[in-house]
């Protein structure tokens, strides 16, 4: 997006809203839809399956298909998701990481199709593709979860699109640095900048070394980086730490890479406003919250966002409908268009207040880019645990702030008193839901697809890319081969974990802060399960488990350590479990409780999954509890099925919540009332 001279009115940013579900044929109508409603780009949201490399049919995918983004197994979804939608003239964003090259080689064999149906020179077609893929592996092992190989690896992958894309389809962004979820996972501003710059060092080393690019093309790989932030509703420090990571970025690309041309050292980047942020409780409120967010990064016109996207004000409680779509997209354009935002100069050059506060964030983020270095890197603190740990930390600490009351969340821990919301009144059906026969549509495309098309071919292209994949040659074309054969997203995935191997991050709970002694409340509870392990004559243990997909660990980790911090003994392996790998994992830990995470929208179909692998196991008499986006009907059906306890992000008090789990165990063990 070209930026205008002083004397001009700034041209408004791209305005996406993050949107896919259920199917291709599904999404590329809601995709038309927002385009004719003034949407200037797309931004796709994969499923889980997709985003982790599993086809729909395989046993992860279970409950998560089509729920939280569209499925895309195969060309021929990729087809359809953009069908009558020219790629030369789109501005997409793919919100996709561990398979990034492999939906890209997707996308652009697409454009390649349409390019030549249209009897259209195929590299000029390809030279003007713009948009970019999320690609940012580090972070998804400190906060989202869909990781699929292990660091280097992935890490290679990124390299090698970075290269292609720099030589064939130069407008596009290759990686879209993620520093949003890190913010989710319990950033503060310092850190946000810190690690995301951690990451763009760790990337543009190896695109540097790597040999595939000479060193005068890094001036062109530094202009396509891009990155994504979150901006929370304290919008003057967001401001402010946008302003001290342009500085930041500038200096990194001028000093480490030597970028002497001051336009491609622009900060690039595009943004969600905080989505974790939106509360279930009295939830009309997240309407000022988005706008207060969205205030933070357009603001400042000299580190202002080019892309901007908005949540719905019902993201806390499921899935939006268009019109929660549309209502998102309608806030940027009042915005853009109808305010004097876009009429000025930065309106905050010259603020000795802001100017303090941003120079405290590019010292703070300087000592701990420093920290990071010495360690080895992003991904050396990446295997080490201690990003990881770090993050945990800070989130249990902001999650303190919120309990006693010095953090506050309207509606939530103060000014509780509400009138009935005619937003979700009897028969306004306030989310969007997935008919459960999306899945078994699925499933049955893809059995259909194996089986009409070229299977030697098929065959003949996932060796060829293992073989490239032992290697150390560029994977990109073997990856567009295989998607022109019509190979599967769960055979490509399939096909470099052979190679590759997977990967299990750390988890940062073992080495998170415990909670502050002397809560009154926090020792009652410590004293009610010493009490109770006395009486039972043996240790309590809770096994945390995240079954399914979905990768956002957050809650569960801070569940964990506030587990430990009252005196359990916690079995926490981690995410993306089966139910029968956590029944197991149970029975052998001899645990007195298990709670489950789930925030994908797959509750009412893996959490019954456990309670029916205990009764078989003989274990039955083991409470199971879930915590998560759960609506009120699906509660209790889950109270039908089995489940003990239900809590939904209304329940913010942990300590609370381990007070309560205690008291199911005394309970279902026959002891006294607490």
């Not at 009295?282 to 908005?310: D, H, K, T, Y």
């Not at 207040?353 to 590019?362: H, L, R, T």
């Not at 040659?473 to 054969?485: G, Q, Y």
């Not at 002694?517 to 410590?526: D, M, S």
Request: aromatic share 6%; charged share 25%; with cysteine.
């Amino acid at each position: 997006m070209p930026y205008p001279t002083d004397h001009e009115r700034d041209r408004p940013w791209v305005m996406r809203t993050y949107a896919g579900h259920s199917s291709a044929a599904a999404s590329n109508e809601l995709y038309r839809r927002n385009l004719a409603k003034g949407q200037t780009g797309l931004s796709v949201a994969f499923d889980l399956p997709t985003q982790t490399g599993y086809d729909p049919d395989h046993v992860l995918a279970r409950g998560e298909v089509g729920k939280v983004g569209v499925p895309v197994s195969h060309i021929g979804d990729m087809r359809q998701l953009f069908d009558g939608i020219p790629l030369a003239e789109a501005n997409t964003s793919m919100t996709i990481n561990a398979p990034a090259m492999w939906l890209l080689a997707l996308y652009v064999s697409v454009a390649r199709e349409q390019a030549e149906a249209e009897g259209r020179d195929v590299d000029e077609v390809l030279v003007k593709l713009t948009g970019t893929t999320q690609n940012d592996i580090i972070k998804e092992y400190l906060s989202r979860g869909t990781y699929i190989f292990p660091p280097g690896p992935s890490l290679r992958l990124i390299t090698d699109m970075i290269a292609w894309t720099v030589h064939h389809v130069p407008k596009w962004n290759p990686i879209n640095i993620c520093s949003y979820h890190l913010q989710e996972a319990g950033a503060t501003p310092t850190q946000e900048v810190a690690y995301a710059l951690c990451t763009a060092i760790a990337v543009l080393d190896a695109v540097r070394d790597s040999g595939q690019v000479d060193q005068a093309d890094m001036e062109k790989v530094v202009a396509r980086i891009s990155f994504f932030v979150n901006a929370g509703v304290r919008f003057v420090e967001e401001m402010c730490k946008m302003r001290a990571f342009t500085q930041l970025w500038d200096e990194l690309t001028r000093e480490r890479y030597g970028v002497e041309n001051p336009k491609a050292r622009r900060l690039r980047y595009g943004v969600q406003v905080n989505s974790l942020g939106l509360t279930e409780a009295q939830p009309e409120n997240n309407v000022q919250r988005i706008v207060l967010e969205m205030l933070a990064v357009s603001l400042s016109r000299g580190s202002r966002a080019r892309a901007i996207q908005l949540p719905a004000w019902n993201e806390a409680l499921g899935l939006p409908r268009p019109w929660d779509q549309q209502w998102a997209l309608r806030m940027q354009q009042v915005l853009a268009f109808e305010t004097d935002l876009l009429e000025y100069e930065d309106i905050f050059d010259g603020s000795h207040v802001v100017q303090a506060k941003v120079d405290e964030i590019v010292s703070g983020a300087r000592e701990e880019i420093a920290r990071v270095q010495d360690l080895g890197g992003a991904v050396a603190a990446v295997e080490s645990g201690y990003m990881k740990s770090q993050l945990v930390s800070s989130l249990a600490e902001y999650r303190r702030g919120m309990e006693n009351g010095e953090r506050i969340l309207v509606g939530v821990n103060k000014f509780e008193t509400t009138e009935p919301s005619p937003l979700q009144a009897e028969g306004a059906k306030a989310i969007e839901t997935i008919d459960p026969a999306v899945e078994k549509a699925a499933v049955a495309a893809v059995e259909k697809w194996r089986e009409e098309r070229d299977n030697a071919a098929v065959a003949k292209a996932l060796a060829a890319l293992k073989a490239k994949a032992s290697t150390s040659d560029n994977l990109f074309e073997a990856t567009v081969d295989c998607a022109r054969a019509g190979v599967t997203t769960g055979e490509w995935s399939g096909a470099l974990r052979e190679v590759f191997g997977e990967y299990r991050a750390p988890t940062g709970v073992s080495a998170a802060s415990a909670a502050g002694q002397g809560n009154p409340e926090l020792e009652r509870v410590r004293e009610l399960v010493r009490r109770t392990e006395t009486e039972l004559g043996e240790r309590l243990r809770i096994l945390v488990g995240k079954p399914g997909l979905d990768g956002h660990s957050n809650g569960a980790e801070q569940v964990a350590v506030r587990a430990r911090d009252v005196g359990f003994e916690v079995i926490y392996q981690g995410i993306r479990l089966t139910p029968d790998q956590i029944v197991a994992a149970a029975v052998q830990e001899g645990v007195h409780v298990v709670g489950l995470s789930v925030l994908s929208g797959s509750h009412l179909e893996v959490v019954p999954l456990v309670v029916d692998g205990l009764r078989a196991a003989g274990a039955g008499d083991i409470p199971v509890i879930v915590g998560g986006i759960i609506p009120p009907d699906d509660a209790a059906l889950l109270t039908e099925r089995g489940i003990a306890r239900v809590f939904t992000p209304k329940d913010y008090e942990l300590t609370d919540i381990m007070a309560g789990i205690v008291e199911l165990i005394r309970e279902r063990h026959g002891l006294s009332g607490a």
